[in-house]
């Protein structure tokens, strides 16, 4: 991990730092620019409101690299609630989790007990809900290191019948192989750049090569042995130009419009969100929900030293 990521980390962890970011979140409306809600019921309410305006989500709780047990099980009591609300609202249960705020940090044992409850809610959900609805349990990819066990989870609940989902990186040299597994598995993904950029001995660290490789990996997951084997391709992106490309691909690949979908960061690039929903695309967002914004707003940043004057000239412009 470079300068700048452990810095942007230390900035998110900053107890009296996170005390006056909030205080200027609230008073700039930042936080209500990167983040759905503060609770549950809220989140559900604002996606009612998108999915008037042709617009998906993923519900994800506000909490990484958890350490408190209790911060675990909040975690899961807040999906507990959130998702049923979404189905009584015949919306999609599309919902995000990182390993490190279900258990991981405490161990297997710890991670597999949370999560199996939520999957286990989600896979009651899917088995009741109706044909316009995705029902899906998006497990979000994090460190390097972490790779192999997240792999792993996913491919213990899709045995088990789970609809779940998973995220992985463009950056790394090995998403080549994982996704050929995965699109023989016939399975939904969702290609992102990646985070927290790991040595350049196991990942692409240029920008151009990282763009590159994710889309040689977007004609693989466009390609007709992924329609073949049902597999689900979506693309996390901001990127106008790489997006346009991937949606070009897909109508020359044959593809229809309902068949794949781009994600987006709740509150990131509206213009791009609005042009591709009016364009018939299937739009998604990684919507989060919860108080603890200003780890997760700086963690972006880490990410992407580019979304700090987003970040700023969000708040702003409000």
């Known amino acids: 991990m470079g300068f700048w990521q452990k810095s942007m980390i230390a900035v998110a962890c900053s107890k009296p730092l996170r005390t006056l970011g909030e205080a200027i979140g609230r008073k700039t409306g930042l936080a209500a620019q990167f983040v759905s809600a503060n609770d549950g019921i809220g989140h559900v309410s604002r996606a009612n409101a998108l999915a008037a305006q042709g617009i998906r989500i993923s519900s994800f709780y506000l909490g990484e690299y958890v350490e408190d047990i209790t911060q675990v099980r909040e975690t899961v009591d807040q999906l507990g609630f959130v998702m049923p609300s979404l189905d009584m609202s015949g919306l999609d249960v599309h919902v995000s989790i990182d390993p490190s705020q279900l258990g991981y940090m405490q161990g297997e044992a710890v991670l597999t007990k949370h999560v199996d409850e939520i999957a286990n809610k989600i896979r009651n959900i899917a088995a009741q809900a109706n044909s316009s609805q995705t029902i899906r349990l998006m497990i979000d990819m994090e460190d390097f290191d972490m790779v192999d066990d997240t792999l792993a ?44 950029a790991p040595p350049a001995s196991v990942s692409f660290t240029d920008r151009d090569q990282i763009d590159d490789n994710y889309l040689k990996l977007a004609g693989m997951m466009l390609s007709d042995a992924a329609k073949q084997s049902g597999f689900f391709p979506v693309f996390g992106s901001h990127h106008r130009d790489l997006v346009l490309r991937i949606a070009k691909l897909a109508d020359q690949n044959g593809w229809a419009r309902d ?50 004057s987003l970040l700023m000239k969000s708040g702003l412009n409000r």
């Open 153 to 196: 989870l996913h491919h213990r609940l899709a045995t088990a019948g789970v609809p779940v989902a998973q995220t992985l990186q463009a950056r790394l040299h090995r998403t080549e192989s994982d996704l050929n597994d995965m699109i023989a598995r016939g399975a939904m993904v969702r290609l992102v750049k990646g985070a927290m």
């Open 259 to 308: 068949q794949f979908e781009f994600e987006m960061l709740y509150g990131v690039n509206q213009p791009l969100q609005r042009e591709l929903v009016a364009a018939g695309y299937r739009l998604r967002l990684y919507a989060p929900f919860g108080k603890d914004w200003w780890a997760y707003a700086w963690r972006r940043v880490g990410e992407n030293p580019r979304n700090l």
